[in-house]
């Protein structure tokens, strides 16, 4: 045997023998974990789940888990993982392409009139009918009812003038089952075109007269702030002074009054209730001032624990609008003030009658202030956020100026962000809607705008809808880096503006001017937004109806796998042929605004990139 020049013939020589690489079913949990993290859709994680038993069985006890939690941090759902995956990735595009189907809704067909004595004669000769329509106050939740992502009731209530309207709408294996054994009849009274079952329920008053009893406040107790009678909760404020806490049932067919809450007769400009297991309820008054009560002291007759007088006598102002950050902390926009916006710590007990802060329509809290300006909406962001701290410490407040200023209680400046809308700039905002820390929407004072804003900064977005899409082919869209595969992953990863929807509910001038006076839905994961234009309520449902599998909510799992069109579009979304078609604007600073506008269900416009097949030019000339 030869001697190697590098080695003796008393030693050894030691080849490295090269272990195997374990396989990615051979992993442990956490490192598949850490994977699932850096996967950028939810269709990756199918076929992961495709490759063998071992790694089907990880995606969907944990992979589906952490795809949620990692992609969508703000948004907090029922623990049914796939499922949630599923609809959040849906509602994610539908956002991003602007798919909207946007109708009128009204009491109809299953509709019960509380109390049961009350008389429907239309109005005597010469009584005065309301020159204008009444304002909508909004409220809404979903409950989940059983072991599913689809078994829930979504409970929806608005004030319309004088009376109350509220809509129950049950849905999942549960309600479809009960569908099936309806007969047609039945289906057609009792149920949507998703097979939703679908109760309505209207409140008034002989007492109530629109215009000077018009309900200016509604708030739905949530399921672990009212009894378990089966009943809903409700405090009701109105115009006349009237606040009331009404119990409405819908098995039972009856109404009761559990509570007054003593005003002095003064208005009820807004009202708010807090989220704590035994609340506190916070009013507005005419007389500017704040008045905060017990929710359940059991008894019929409820005097305020404290009052607030936010606006002194001598001062001109109103006090706008109040809102519970968290249960023992308040927010209270007024107006107009050189520090229309205060914030005061409350509780049962005592609360002081100096705010724990002031802000002012300046950056710098400490700086001489001589400009004033009035707080319209005030909401807190999602208290899951991972910079909010402690929950109620990061809000939103719309302004007269039109500004939308997100605060932060632990910053010395009186705003850490502002956003305006470029297209209609100095119109005020009259309402807000968070859509967790991804997203919000304004309400403007005019042309019945819903503003859409993102909150997250370019190329700091966790998901990215259009990641499951096909690359462009265009010549004009070639690669621009390793990182990106096309301009058009480009343009919807760094370029994602806000942009106005007109929401336009019918062809009458006034009707069309309308502001947004409210706007509420009733989870962060919830494809439908509701609102309150003059005279009427909007559903917005965000869905794009070209997507053959949409969200449960929209009868995704009763559909076949075929690719909807035409008529079939309209049978599924609109049966009743009463969508409205929508117009749209980018907020853009740089060249010119193009109008877009919506074709009707079951045609397509011009096929923007990024934009729902349905938005097109309309009748104006393609640019």
Known sequence: MGTSPLHGPDKAVSIPVMMPLPLLAELPAELLNQIVCHLETAGALLHISLTCKRLYQYVEENGYRTFVRSRFPSVQTPPYWKDAAHALTTLSKAWDKKAFVARSIYPEK????????????????GQKRQTMGYQPVIDCYVEQTGNSWSARDEILAWGAGAELNLRLKGMGDKVENQWRASDDDERTLKYDQFHHRRKWI????????????????????????????????LIIGRASGELVHVCLSNRKAQCNIVARFATGDRRIQSAHVSSAREPLLAACLSTGSVVVYPVFPHSLDI?????????????????????????????????????????????????????????SVSKDCGAPNTITSSVYAIVPLEPSSQASGTAGDVFMSGWYDGSIKVHDLRSPDCQVNTFTDPVDTYSAIYSLLPIGRERFVAGGARHSIMKIFDFRMSGNRRYFAANAEACSVDKEDESRGPSTCCQYHLDMRDD????????????QCRRAESPVYSLASAAPYSPHIYAGLEGRVVQLDVVEVMDRF????????????GRPEGGDLRERYDP??????????????????????????GKRGEGFKGWDARWGWGSRRKE
């Open 110 to 125: 299953d509709v019960i009139h509380l109390p049961r004595w009350r008389s429907r004669q239309p109005p005597r000769r």
């Open 202 to 233: 209207t409140y008034k008053d002989d007492t109530h007269y629109d215009g000077r009893d018009d309900i200016t406040s509604v708030n739905l107790l949530r399921p672990w702030q009212k009894p378990t009678d089966g009943a809903e909760h």
């Open 303 to 359: 005097k305020p624990c404290s009052e607030i007088p936010v606006i002194p006598v001598s001062t001109s102002g109103r006090t706008w609008a109040t809102s519970f950050l968290r249960p023992e902390r308040l927010a209270i926009g007024i107006g107009p003030s050189t520090s229309p916006l205060h914030i005061y710590d409350v509780s049962n007990s005592a609360t002081s009658s100096k705010p724990l802060r002031k802000f």
């Open 496 to 507: 994602r503006p806000g942009y106005n929807t007109f929401l336009d509910p019918s062809n």
């Open 550 to 561: 949409p969200d449960q909510s929209f009868g995704g799992r009763n559909w076949s796998s």
């Open 576 to 601: 009743e042929h009463r969508a409205l078609k929508l117009a749209a604007l980018e907020h853009t600073t740089t060249g010119s605004m193009k109008l877009r506008l919506q074709a009707e269900l």
